[in-house]
């Protein structure tokens, strides 16, 4: 099931912050994207009823296995056109905002192909 762009974009952020600081707190995810507070809480509830997370009751929230699946797929995404972009001599910021936007739009053939592709290339 593919799910909406905002929300990749969230479960890669708990991703991320969780290989960084565990636990994850909702306060986190807003100090990372500078989002505000009733958006974040309104994500969260969104995944939390969609199965991608799961808060406890002190506030810490971890991907579910259906979450986390969705944010590695992306973060290898993000990860693969940010590194590509700059062997390519993109400046790492550029390459790091432009990648965040190319992972969500890419198909799974086609990213696929293109890893193969870029794997020979790095």
């Known amino acids: 099931m593919k799910i909406q762009e905002s929300a990749e974009n969230y479960l890669e952020t708990i991703l991320v912050?969780?290989?960084r600081h565990?636990?994850?707190r909702s306060i986190d995810i807003v100090n990372e994207l500078e989002y505000t507070k009733p958006s974040v809480s309104v994500a969260m509830k969104n995944l939390r009823e969609s199965g991608h997370i799961e808060?406890?009751?002190d506030g810490y929230i971890t991907l579910t296995e259906k979450g986390r699946a969705v944010a590695?797929?992306?973060?290898?995404?993000?990860?693969?056109?940010?590194?590509?972009l700059m062997a390519l001599g993109v400046d790492k910021n550029v390459a790091a905002e432009?990648?965040?936007?190319i992972e969500h739009v890419l198909s799974v053939e086609s990213f696929e192909a293109l890893k193969k592709h870029i794997g020979d290339f790095l």
């Open 72 to 84: 590695e797929a992306v973060y290898e995404r993000h990860t693969l056109f940010t590194s590509w």
């Open 17 to 19: 912050l969780s290989q």
């Open 98 to 101: 432009d990648a965040c936007r």
């Open 22 to 24: 565990p636990p994850v």
């Open 55 to 57: 808060m406890d009751h």
